[in-house]
């Protein structure tokens, strides 16, 4: 077979798919995605399209066609200015979700998409074929399918609704990969994923890109520490998750919630009360400016009782306590929120750090001082300094029912006092206060700090790339606004394009060497 046109022409059946804009409803098509899939994402091509600004930049667009029509014959050259001039061409709809799954350890994995006009599709097929790309088609006798293998062994069957293509081990092991295919082009939708509830509830969502994914799909060093501590009747196929990607103007949102089952709600029930909403009064200690900043707020009384019925944990216990620790009652102590943040970064490169947690004893300082065997500095009652590596030095202590740690010395002089411009007035203060958990990496204020601005005008060529790929960028945030959903924002510098224009014009530049 000829392999030298194969990304070409494949690329044409793309660049039509991309462009294409026609409009139906049906949903018949998901039907061939097998019931136990591990991992399915959906991609909607169309306003991955329109947001990217492809189709506005027309010098990229005759660029892209200039490549693509290289090294192609007649026919293929015909059949590109086809779909270039009309991409309904393509006989395939963007204006419908694009499918990509996979099952578990990714023993089957394919392509689903919607037909409009199954007459197109194989005229495309046909070109591929005389490009001794794909096989003659041939009738399956299942629902008006039509087959064919694509590069000797992935195969593709199509009907007037449906497109799949069902990815193949190996040149050698065709028929399985054939008989799976025939298998599910059969499926009802009974019998399909469309019957699954995490399915129902990732198609109810409106993204860009949309996955629904269980954690059976997890490597299998990973998959076996999870399930050691899992309760009993639980299983990794249990836990799943419908995770959202959208490109919006000045910022990336991906949100991830889980779905909803009995085995999991069950699981909820025992942490209930974990966690709380974060409180306000921390954030009053960190700068806005700060590098980086988490807090949550946790009932370190619930958590040690959870932690107790987990035979893992217990047996990591016993191997860590001794000399008087008692990790138990350190966890209990704690009651309310913790804070940790990076304010800046010393002349030598050493974080200013510095952490709050809201405790009901004084568990945890004794707990260090014991630990220090006295290697620690009275400061005054309940506060201490001690040397740490490089001469530095490290501060801690008690104040209000807060235990505290840093290792800024101008910090360790005004514990629990408001700092000027604090984070509680940053932009990114309403979403913290509302969360159960938040963390913000602040890449505008990173890229400022002396420190870093050397590390970077001494790094030479791939410095001034990093410097221009993270100068694009303001901050990061992740949080919690609800106890089943977590949600990732990437906020760019420029606020008024939308973030993936942003993302591919970045590309473009980086690209040109520009």
């Given at each position: ?6 990304i ?48 506005d ?12 029509k ?5 026919d ?38 919607k ?93 860009d890109?949309?996955?629904y ?21 639980l299983?990794?196929?249990d ?23 009995e ?15 974060i ?23 619930k ?22 620790v ?9 009651n ?29 300082l ?112 992740f ?9 990732l ?26």
């Open positions: 077979m000829k392999k030298s046109n194969l070409s022409v494949l690329s044409a059946f793309l660049v039509s798919v991309m462009f294409l804009a026609s409009c139906t409803k049906s949903v018949e098509y998901v039907n061939v995605i097998p019931a136990d899939a591990s991992v399915i994402a959906s991609l909607d091509l169309k306003s991955l399209t329109q947001k990217s600004g492809v189709n930049n027309e010098a990229a667009k005759q660029q892209l066609a200039e490549v693509l290289s090294g192609l014959n007649a293929a050259l015909q059949y590109m200015d086809k779909v270039l001039k009309d991409p309904a061409e393509s006989g395939i709809s963007t204006a419908d979700k694009v499918y990509l799954f996979a099952t578990e350890a990714a023993e089957n994995q394919g392509l689903v998409a037909v409009n006009d199954m007459n197109k599709v194989k005229e495309l097929f046909k070109l591929l074929e005389s490009e001794q790309i794909s096989m003659p088609l041939e009738d399956t006798g299942v629902n008006g399918y039509q087959l064919t293998f694509l590069n000797e062994k992935d195969v593709v069957c199509f009907n007037e609704n449906t497109l799949l293509i069902l990815i193949g081990k190996n040149v050698f092991d065709t028929e399985s990969t054939q008989d799976m295919a025939k298998k599910l082009i059969a499926q009802t939708a009974e019998q399909s994923i469309a019957s699954n509830d995490g399915f129902k509830q990732m198609s109810g969502k409106n993204a890109v949309v996955v994914t269980t954690m059976d799909v997890l490597p299998s060093d990973y998959a076996m520490q999870i399930k050691a501590a899992m309760p009993e009747g299983t990794l196929k836990i799943a998750y419908v995770v959202t990607l959208n490109f919006e103007k000045g910022k990336i949102v991906l949100d991830a919630e889980s779905v909803k089952n085995a999991v709600d069950k699981l909820n029930k025992q942490y209930e009360g974990l966690i709380s909403k409180g306000s009064e921390f954030l009053k200690y960190f700068p806005a400016s700060s590098l980086y900043y988490t807090g949550m707020n946790l009932n370190g009384e958590l040690a009782k959870v932690l107790a019925e987990n035979e893992e944990f217990q047996k990591t216990l016993k191997g860590i306590e001794g000399n008087g008692n990790v138990n009652n350190i966890i209990s102590s704690i309310g929120d913790l804070a940790y943040g990076i304010t800046s970064l010393s002349a030598q490169g050493v974080p200013a750090l510095t952490c709050y947690v809201q405790v009901k004893n004084d568990e945890i004794k707990t260090v001082n014991n630990a220090l065997q006295g290697g620690a500095t009275k400061i005054d009652d309940n506060n201490y300094s001690v040397t740490i590596g490089g001469g530095a030095n490290a501060y801690y202590g008690m104040k209000d029912g807060v235990f505290y740690f840093t290792l800024d010395e101008a910090a360790s002089k005004n514990i629990c006092k408001k700092v000027d411009n604090p984070m509680s007035d940053a932009k990114w203060a309403s979403t913290a206060k509302g969360s159960y958990v938040f963390m913000v990496a602040n890449i505008k204020d990173a890229l400022n700090q002396p420190m870093v601005n050397l590390m970077l005008s001494m790094g030479g060529q791939p410095a001034a790339l990093a410097r221009s790929v993270l100068s694009q960028f303001d901050y990061i945030e949080y919690a606004p609800e106890m089943n959903k977590v949600t924002d990437v906020v760019m510098t420029n606020q008024d394009e939308n973030a993936l224009k942003q993302l591919f014009a970045l590309g473009e530049k980086l690209a040109g060497g520009k």
